[in-house]
Each structure stands twice: as structure tokens, then as C-alpha cells.
């Protein structure tokens, strides 16, 4: 580890470096070495404590790594030939000067974790043919996203999250065929559900979460919608109506997703590595890397009602699903027994009915489960994760019975839930059938008896007593002579 301050050496020494590489060292104060003003082009001062620079003197520089430092004061524009150009987690201010839309060769612009604020400029979208990364998550910027993508763009990813942008989404997305991550969360967009982005090729991540999108999110018009998305986040919005059945169960790639075959990989580039913000079992976090392999849909926090669809146990490389927080009403499909790899599901607050599918019990990695405020009944299923399951996983659901709650079920039988309520069925058919004979029985006796009593022996009962015991007789004796022929 190299601790010095940016003074502790000439300005002489390198004349004709070409790459420096000062990263994750104590470097601190303004940086004032300018060595290979005409030879550098690839400088990583990134996870030091420098403070500022006089100027960025570098005529060639092609990649500048000025990430997670102490930089105060207006966003520096990078030389013009800069390609690469990071700044992120610093403490920078004010607004983007719009003489950054002269470096025309600029491919990776990460100004994330900021306090930079002012309205986006209009050139943001096309000031560079060669534009791969915009990342601008987590500053205060205002005002709307610019319509001004241009036809032939190479815009792999675009993160906005954590701003005050409104507005609506850009229609000029449609184009960027290239854009694999759109994260847009955290902001004040106002807009129904973008369902035109369904034709883009290879998006993988898009995340709207924490906005005013509303309405119905409707029917897709194509064949294969979003064949490529595997991360949806679309939490803390007003959207409403059923959930879109038809888009979830167009999800190939998060179907039979054979991961044996798979190279597992971090989504991005040589240069830049995608990170988002996603809700993972309850916490937000920030996935500094996203893997190939992680899925999630997380439509929590809206005004979804009706069913859960029995679609979305086809999704069977799913890991993460969250539809708490709705209006959904029915059943728990018991097909979610079919999503092997799935770690986390939350259906707490809504107004689900029945019991708890056993299927359930067959989700090995399932670490956590919240099945709260609802209105479930009956014994909880036992075994595997089940078993590792509290009493919050199942609060609110005033029907529920079993471990791991204190109120007992009527029975210990672990029966499976439809086998349980044939069985119920079944049993209470047989108790109606034997109590109607009894009624009966009982009604037709005593009124025998009483027409008796009252009548003192009636002719009509007596010759019907004598001549059923006089057939008995006949057929006894018919019966012995029989069985005496035959011995002999």
C-alpha cells in the first residue's frame, strides 16, 4: 500500500509513461503530477483521498479512473480523447457542463454517487456514436430524460436510478437495440407501463420501481415480449388490474435455464462491470456485480388484484419473487412447487385464501418465505425449509395452525392439502349418512311403537311378524335337507 501526499514527487519523473496505475492507496490532497501530458493514456487513481485536480492536462488519455476519492467542486470534462471516464463516489457538485457533449469518443460516462444536480443535457443520448454506459444513478438531477437517442446507437446501459427526473420515458429507447440494463427507479416518473420496450433484443434488467407509473400494464401485441429479461422490478408504482399473466409466462430466459451448461459470468464488459439496486430477500442492496445466472420479479408495493396466475411456476429458474403488498385474492398455486432455485417469496398483505400447498415443502433452497396478512387456513406443510420457518413468516393468518405457531391443529396427520380435504369430505359425508339413518331410524321406531301402544296389537303388524318368521322357517328347513342330500 502506498500512502504519500500528491506533493511527495517532481513533475519530471516519467516523461513517457504510457500507463499508471495508483489505485486502492492512500494518495491524498490535490493531484498536481503531470507526467506523459503527451504519451498517457490510461490513468487509475480510483479508491484513493485526493481532493482535486488543477487541471487534467493529458492530450492522449484515453481511460481516467477517478472513482470513490474526495473530489469536491464542478464535474471536470475529460480531455476529448477520452474513452473511459469514472468519477464515481465522489462528492462533486453543481450541474453537467454541456461542454462535456464535445468528447465525441467518450464510451463509459459513470457519474454516479454524486451530488451533482440541474437538468440533463439535451446531448446526452447522442453526443457520442460510441456510447455504451450512462450511469448517472444516485445525484439529484431534475427536469426530463432527453428524447434523443439516435437511430444506430451502441447504449448498453442506462441507470438514472435515485434522481428527482419526471416525466415520461423516453420513446426514443425503442431504438437502442444494443440496451441490455434500464434502470430508472427512484425517481418521479409519471407514465403507464413502457410496453414497447417488450421488442428490445436483449434487455435483460429493467427496473421502474419507486415511481408514479400507473394503469393497467395490458397485453403484448408480439410473440416472444422481453425474451431476453430475467430482472424486473416494478415495486412501489400504482400500476393495477390482473397481474400480466401473458408477459410472465413469456419469460424464456427465465425458463429451463440449464446453468450446467452455462459459463457463469458477470454482466458488462472489458472496461465496465453493470451494478443495480435490487430488493433481495427484504433488504435493497446494490449488486456492485450482476451475475448471468441471478433472476427476480419483484411487482410488490402496486394494486394487482385477482388470482396469482398457475403461469409463473413455469419460471422455473426463477430466484426472488415478491407480490406482497397488493389486492391479490384465490389460492397459493401449487405450482410454485416447480420453482426449484427460488430462495426468496413474499405474498404477505394480500387477500389470499386456503391452505398452504404442500408443493411447497419440495423449494430446498428456500431461505426465506413471508406468507403474513393473509387470510390462509389450515396446517402448515412440514419439512425441509419448513422447517426453519418462524411465526413472522405466518402473522396474520388467524386460520393457520402447526409449527411453528403455538396453536395446534385438530389432528397431527401431515396429509397432503388436497388428500386432507377429500379425506375431510369424505369423513363428514360418512358422519351425514350414519346420522340420517339414525334420525330416520329413530322417527319411524317411536312412531311404530306409539300407534302400538295405542292400537293394544293390531292384526295387520302381527300377520306381518308371523309370516315373515314363518318364510324363515320354511327356508331353514329347505336349507337342512339340502346340505343332508348332499352327504349322502
Known amino acids: 500500500m502506498l500512502s504519500l501526499t500528491t506533493s511527495s514527487s517532481s513533475n519530471s519523473i516519467l516523461p513517457n509513461i504510457v500507463g499508471l ?16 501530458k503527451d504519451t498517457l493514456k490510461s490513468l487509475n487513481l480510483s479508491y484513493n483521498l485526493i481532493s482535486g485536480f488543477e487541471l487534467l492536462p493529458w492530450k492522449k488519455i484515453q481511460i481516467l479512473d477517478l472513482r470513490s476519492n474526495l473530489l469536491q467542486g464542478p464535474l471536470p470534462t475529460p480531455p ?34 454524486n451530488n451533482l444536480s440541474g437538468r440533463l443535457p439535451h446531448c446526452l443520448g447522442n453526443f457520442s456514436k460510441d456510447l455504451s454506459v450512462l450511469n448517472l444513478q444516485g445525484n439529484r438531477f431534475h427536469g426530463t430524460i432527453p428524447q434523443t437517442f439516435l437511430k444506430g446507437n451502441v447504449i448498453r446501459n442506462l441507470d438514472f436510478n435515485g434522481n428527482q427526473l419526471e416525466g415520461l420515458v423516453p420513446r426514443s429507447l425503442i431504438i437502442c437495440r444494443e440496451l441490455e440494463v434500464l434502470d430508472l427507479g427512484n425517481n418521479k416518473i409519471n407514465d403507464t407501463f413502457p410496453h414497447w420496450l417488450e421488442t428490445l433484443p436483449k434487455l435483460q434488467v429493467l427496473v421502474l420501481r419507486s415511481n408514479s407509473f400507473h394503469g393497467h400494464i395490458g397485453f403484448s401485441k408480439i410473440k416472444s415480449p422481453f425474451m431476453s429479461l430475467r430482472i424486473i422490478d416494478l415495486a412501489r408504482n400504482d400500476f393495477e388490474g390482473d ?3 401473458m408477459y410472465l409466462r413469456s419469460l424464456k430466459a427465465i425458463m429451463n435455464v440449464d446453468e450446467g451448461k452455462m ?13 443495480i439496486m435490487v430488493t433481495i430477500k ?26 396469482i396466475p398457475e403461469s409463473i ?4 429458474s426463477l430466484r426472488e419473487l415478491n407480490l406482497s403488498h397488493n389486492n391479490l385474492v384465490g389460492h397459493i398455486p401449487s405450482s410454485f412447487g416447480n420453482l426449484k432455485l427460488l430462495e ?17 415443502t419440495s423449494l430446498t433452497f428456500l431461505e426465506v418465505l413471508n406468507l403474513s396478512q393473509n387470510h ?14 418462524g411465526n413472522d413468516s405466518y402473522n396474520g393468518n388467524s386460520g393457520l395452525c402447526g409449527f411453528p405457531l403455538s396453536k395446534k391443529c385438530t389432528t397431527d396427520e401431515t396429509l397432503e392439502p388436497s388428500k386432507e380435504a377429500d379425506a375431510e369430505f369424505e369423513s363428514g359425508f360418512d358422519w351425514k349418512i350414519t346420522l340420517m339413518g339414525y334420525g330416520c331410524g329413530l322417527v319411524i321406531g317411536l312412531s311404530l311403537g306409539c300407534f302400538i301402544f295405542l292400537t293394544g296389537k293390531p292384526e295387520w303388524f302381527v300377520r306381518i311378524i308371523e309370516e315373515n318368521l314363518h318364510n324363515k322357517s320354511r327356508r331353514s328347513k329347505r336349507s337342512t335337507r339340502r346340505r343332508r342330500a348332499r352327504r349322502n
Open 282 to 307: 427484504g433488504l435493497e442492496i446494490e449488486l456492485v456485480k450482476i451475475l448471468n445466472t441471478f433472476t427476480t420479479i419483484d411487482l410488490s408495493s402496486n394494486k394487482f388484484q385477482g388470482e
Open 344 to 360: 426468496s417469496l413474499d405474498l404477505s398483505s394480500n387477500k389470499l385464501i386456503g391452505r398452504i400447498p404442500q408443493e411447497l
Open 263 to 275: 459459463t457463469r459470468k458477470y454482466m458488462g464488459d472489458h472496461y465496465y462491470q453493470d451494478s
Open 243 to 245: 397481474l400480466p399473466e
Open 80 to 113: 476529448y480523447s477520452t474513452f473511459f471516464f469514472a468519477i464515481s463516489n465522489n462528492k462533486l457538485s453543481g450541474e453537467i457542463s454541456p461542454s462535456i457533449c464535445k468528447v465525441h469518443s467518450i464510451g463509459v460516462l459513470d457519474l454516479s454517487n
Open 313 to 316: 411456476g413455469n419460471l422455473n
Open 376 to 389: 390462509l387456513t389450515g396446517f402448515i406443510p412440514r419439512g425441509n425449509q419448513f422447517e426453519t420457518f
Open 21 to 36: 496505475d495508483l489505485s486502492n492507496n492512500k494518495i491524498s490532497g490535490k493531484w498536481t503530477w503531470n507526467m506523459g
